[in-house]
C-alpha cells in the first residue's frame, strides 16, 4: 500500500525499471501490429502512405515527424515504393504477410478461451450484459480476432448473444451461467481442488484467499511502513467478483477489496496481464468499481504496477512477470515477441525506387524498397542512475535508430 494519489506524484525511484521496460516494449509492437492489421483489411494490402495520416493518433505519431520514416525503421515488415505519378505507397513484405497468415491460425486456436474470458467478464458484471463498444477496447487484450463485432460475438450462442436497446446501442448479453466458470483464476491456482471436487456451489461467494504480492526491492521501507494494514487486508475476507455486489458501501475496506479482485481477474484475462488504464475506467459502473480507479491501484502496488510511461497509463499484474518478461507466454505473446525480432532499422535513407509499368513483378512483388545493410540492435533504453528509465521512443525520433535486440 502507499499514499500517493497520482501516478505522477510517485517518486522516480519508486518505478519498477523492468515493468518499464516491458512497456516500451509493448508499445513498440501495438504500433505495429496496428499498422499490419490496417494493410490488411485494404483489398490489396496496400495504401498510400498519406492516407495513413488520419492514424497518427493511434501509432502515436505527433507531427512533424514523418510517417514514411517510422515505415523505413522497419524494412522487414513494410515496403515502401512509388508510383509513376510520384504517389508513395506501403504493403507488407512476403514475411509480413506470412506472419499475418500466422496470427489468424494463433488467434482462432486461441478463440474458445477467449470465448470463455468474455462469458467470464459478463458474469461479473452488474446486469450481465456489456456496451459491444467497450468490450471492443479489449480486442487485442484479450487476443479476439479482427472480425469480433461482425462474425465471432455470434460464434457462440450457447454464452452470449448480441442484443439491440432501444437507443440503438448493441450489448454483448450473458445467455447462460456456468458455475464453472464463476471460479477465479486466484482460486484456480490456491486451491486447485475446488475445481476437482465439483462441489462448488452454482452462485459464488465470499473468500478468504490472500492476493500475491511482488514488491520491488527499493519498496522494503513502503512494505515495513505499512506492514500491518496490509496484513490486516489480505487476511479481510471479500466476495467473489462473481457474486452479487449491490449490498456493498462505497468506500468501505470490503468494497475496495472486491474492486481489487475484479481487477485481478480481468487482468489474468488479458494475454500479456496487462491494460491500459482508460478502457478499466471505462467499466467502472458494470463492474461495482470506485471513482477514483487509480488510487486503488496505486494504494495496492504490490498487486499492481501503474506505468506512466506515453499518454496513457498501463497497468501491471505484477505477479504474472520476473523481471521484464511474462512468465507464463501464451501463443500469441509469441507471435508477439516473433514481430518485435524483425523490428530495427540502421544506415543511411536511399530513394525510393519508382514502380514502372513495364516491371516484370507482380502483386506484391512491386512493393519494394531499396534495402541498406541493416542490423539489429538493442532498443535505445538508458538507464539514469537513479535506477529509473530514461527512454526516448526511437520511432518518433528524425534520424534514430529503432532497435529492439537483447529484450526481444
Keep these: 500500500m502507499t499514499s500517493s494519489k497520482r501516478v505522477q506524484d510517485r517518486s522516480k525511484k519508486k518505478r519498477v525499471h523492468d515493468l518499464e521496460v ?46 514514411s520514416d517510422f515505415l523505413c525503421k522497419t524494412p522487414k515488415l513494410f515496403e515502401l515504393y512509388k508510383d509513376q505519378k510520384g504517389v508513395l505507397w506501403c504493403g507488407m513484405t512476403p514475411k509480413a504477410e506470412d506472419l499475418m497468415e500466422q496470427q489468424q491460425r494463433v488467434i482462432e486456436d486461441h478463440s474458445d478461451k477467449a470465448a470463455e474470458h468474455v462469458t467470464r467478464f459478463l458474469m461479473m458484471s452488474v446486469e450481465k450484459r456489456l456496451p459491444l463498444e467497450k468490450i471492443a477496447h479489449f480486442r487485442r487484450d484479450f487476443g479476439l480476432s479482427l472480425d469480433f463485432r461482425v462474425h465471432w460475438v455470434h460464434k457462440y450462442p450457447q454464452h452470449f448473444k448480441v442484443v439491440k436497446a432501444f437507443d440503438g446501442i448493441e450489448f454483448l448479453e450473458l445467455v447462460s451461467w456456468n458455475p464453472e466458470w464463476a471460479i477465479t483464476e486466484l482460486e484456480k491456482k490456491v486451491v486447485r481442488e475446488v475445481t476437482e471436487s465439483g462441489s462448488q456451489s452454482e452462485f459464488p461467494g465470499v473468500l478468504s484467499l490472500p492476493f500475491p504480492l511482488k514488491f520491488p526491492s527499493n519498496y522494503k521501507r513502503v512494505y515495513r511502513y505499512y506492514a500491518e494494514k496490509i496484513q490486516h487486508f489480505q487476511e479481510m475476507s471479500y466476495l467473489s467478483p462473481y457474486a452479487d455486489a449491490h449490498g456493498l458501501k462505497a468506500g468501505s475496506l470490503e468494497f ?16 500479456e496481464k496487462r491494460l491500459v488504464t ?37 497497468v501491471f499484474l505484477t505477479e504474472a512477470y520476473d523481471g521484464s518478461e511474462l512468465i507464463e507466454k501464451c501463443p500469441l505473446v509469441l507471435w508477439k515477441e516473433n514481430i518485435l525480432g524483425l523490428v530495427g532499422y540502421r544506415g543511411r535513407k536511399k530513394k525510393f525506387e519508382v514502380c514502372s509499368e513495364g516491371s516484370d513483378v507482380e502483386g506484391h512483388g512491386s512493393l519494394f524498397l531499396d534495402q541498406c545493410d541493416s542490423e539489429m540492435g538493442e532498443l535505445h533504453v538508458q538507464i539514469e542512475q537513479n535506477g529509473t528509465l530514461d527512454y526516448e521512443d526511437p520511432v518518433l525520433v528524425d534520424g534514430s535508430e529503432m532497435n529492439v535486440g537483447d529484450i526481444a
Design 22 to 67: 516491458a512497456t516500451e516494449k509493448w508499445k513498440i509492437v501495438s504500433k505495429i501490429i496496428y499498422l499490419m492489421e490496417l494493410l490488411k483489411q485494404e483489398p490489396e494490402m496496400v495504401i498510400p502512405v498519406r492516407s495513413l495520416e488520419q492514424h497518427r493518433r493511434q501509432i502515436n505519431l505527433p507531427k512533424p515527424h514523418r510517417i
Design 256 to 271: 475496495d477489496k472486491r474492486a481489487v479482485a475484479v481487477m485481478h481477474e480481468l487482468l489474468s484475462f488479458t494475454i
Design 278 to 314: 482508460d478502457h478499466l475506467t471505462h467499466f467502472r459502473w458494470e463492474l461495482v468499481m470506485p471513482q477514483k480507479l487509480m488510487r486503488l491501484l496505486l494504494k495496492h502496488c504490490g498487486i499492481f504496477y501503474v506505468s506512466e510511461r506515453g499518454k496513457r497509463f498501463s
